[in-house]
């Protein structure tokens, strides 16, 4: 079972001075995220993706955006409900926190399937200044510096990839079904085809999503869990409880999807933060109960001076 600690997070800029907001984080594994302030906006880091020369990323938070009410305060979705001038803003503010434009983000359209994008030059863009060319694109990958590739997330699981070596970045949203669809294997196979990426270079990053404490599923869920994870994963990955219900580990399935593609060990890094068990920190669908804004995982490769 995963180990929760307290930590008490002074929110400063963000909201109201001297407002302390409690986190809980998961301890289990080593690595964790950062929790980083720019500009009045909160947003999540790992340190060993901030030493990779040339690359952006980041995780957004709640903290720092001008939306209201359920999307309070920095929602990222523009099909939830929310005013389109508060995301507009929300756009702007997270962007110039992270360091790049807006104009730069191109958007995944997720429905759940494993269809990767090869992303080019003229999608800078896409979903946030002109519509989206395509449908049903649940990951990306590009080796274009100036592109920054943009998911979204409220207890799924985002799933990050930079190969130093060859230059190139991959996001992906993997979701029960694109977890048991093996979404994170596919995104390194498209890497290796499009980039000729080497596994054993590529770092990998599980970002913010819902744990297993907090991630009761059916056992039609588990049925699909069972046929594409080897029986000897089972343990690790589930238990059963009363009433036919199940606790799944989407963290786990996905380090071992992340394994089985050649990713080494001490380049898989962990979340360290549930989005369920921290609902005013972050959005979180089954905390909300489905009313909430959306997340956002940013990742791209700077702009060559
Ligand atoms: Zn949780």
Known sequence: MPLLTQTTY???????????????????????????????????????????????????????GVSQGI???????????????????????????????????????QTHTTNIRTVVWEDRGNGITKP?????????VTNVPGVVLATFYADCVPLYFVDPAKRAIGLSHSGWRGTAGRIGEVTVKKMKEEYASRPEDIYSAIGPSICQDCYEVSGDVIDAFCKTFEKKYWDRLFYSKEGGKYQLDLWEANRIILLDSG?????????????????????????????????????GLKKED
Not at 80 to 103: H, K, L, Q, T, W
Not at 132 to 139: M, V, W
Not at 281 to 298: I, M, T
Request: proline share 4%; glycine share 8%.
């Open 10 to 64: 002074f929110v400063s800029k963000a909201r109201q001075k001297g407002e302390k907001m409690e986190i809980k984080r998961h301890i289990k594994y080593e690595s964790h995220m950062n929790v980083r302030e720019e500009k009045g906006v909160t947003y999540l880091a790992w340190p060993e993706l901030e030493k990779l020369p040339g690359v952006i990323h980041g995780f957004s938070t709640r903290l720092g």
């Open 71 to 109: 999307y309070a305060s920095m929602n990222l979705s523009f099909t939830r409900g929310d005013e389109e001038a508060c995301v507009r803003e929300n756009y702007r503010r997270i962007a110039e926190a992270m360091g790049f434009s807006p104009e730069d983000i191109v958007t995944s359209d």
């Open 132 to 140: 989206r060319p395509y449908k049903d694109i649940d990951g990306m």
């Open 263 to 299: 990713i080494r060990e001490d380049h898989i890094l962990m979340p360290g933060l549930c989005t369920c068990c921290n609902p005013d920190f972050l959005f979180s669908h089954r905390a909300s109960k489905g009313k909430r804004g959306n997340l956002g995982a940013f990742l």
